[in-house]
T-cell receptor
Framework: GAVVSQHPSWVICKSGTSVKIECRSLDFQATTMFWYRQFPKQSLMLMATSNEGSKATYEQGVEKDKFLINHASLTLSTLTVTSAHPEDSSFYIC??????????????FGPGTRLTVL | QKEVEQNSGPLSVPEGAIASLNCTYS??????FFWYRQYSGKSPELIMF????GDKEDGRFTAQLNKASQYVSLLIRDSQPSDSATYLCAVIPTGGFKTIFGAGTRLFVKA
């Protein structure tokens, strides 16, 4: 199967600091990675789509200068929450897809990172 | 109109019963359909995908797709308490690679 890891699994930080979350595809090359945010008892909200070697595409309402996404290789994408505030506290989940690997384009999710901003 | 609609539930069924989860989608040309399961505090995990009209069975799970009615469903036979989770319906619309998720249906299986 396709395995996607995230690090860290949880993080607590002070307001105003920046936090970096890593997403790795462990056994396949992910041409596309997605970043989602999920608040308690709410559905997944897509934040941005990143393709290796190009700029991320952000969804409407997501501040690209606040949520910096880098997809430097086919196995690694990072999300940096800059100047985090308590309202950024959420469950951040990445997923990876590789259209060449499977024709159904299913996404494989990482385990998620729970961010708490004090 | 939301692109992918699901009844939020909760849907409650007794252990051993069949749980039926439903989903409708708006893009008639959509080609790929997925069901994910998400336990509380965890990330989604893929249960099944389907892309042809009809039924697809995998163990206790059966996915049903009706493109004419723009309807996809998931049946869980012999429901177990461990099946209690939120089930997300997901669709890849025409010409796209971005997956559109429904809001999810919460399922409770009572022991």
């Amino acid at each position: 199967g396709a395995v996607v890891s995230q690090h860290p699994s949880w993080v607590i930080c002070k307001s105003g600091t920046s936090v970096k979350i890593e997403c790795r595809s462990l056994d396949f090359q992910a041409t596309t990675m997605f970043w989602y945010r999920q608040f308690p008892k709410q559905s997944l909200m897509l934040m941005a789509t990143s393709n290796e070697g190009s700029k991320a595409t952000y969804e409407q309402g997501v501040e690209k200068d606040k949520f910096l996404i880098n997809h430097a290789s086919l196995t690694l994408s990072t999300l940096t929450v800059t100047s985090a505030h308590p309202e950024d506290s959420s469950f951040y989940i990445c997923s990876a897809s590789s259209p060449g690997r499977n024709r159904n384009n299913e996404q494989f999710f990482g385990p998620g990172t729970r961010l708490t901003v004090l | 109109q939301k692109e992918v609609e699901q009844n939020s539930g909760p849907l409650s069924v007794p252990e051993g019963a069949i749980a039926s989860l439903n989903c409708t989608y708006s893009d008639r040309g959509s080609q790929s359909f997925f069901w994910y399961r998400q336990y509380s505090g965890k990330s989604p995990e893929l249960i099944m995908f389907i892309y042809s009209n009809g039924d697809k069975e995998d163990g206790r799970f059966t996915a049903q797709l009706n493109k004419a009615s723009q309807y996809v469903s998931l049946l869980i036979r012999d429901s177990q308490p461990s099946d209690s989770a939120t089930y997300l319906c997901a669709v890849i619309p025409t010409g796209g690679f971005k997956t559109i998720f429904g809001a999810g249906t919460r399922l409770f299986v009572k022991a």
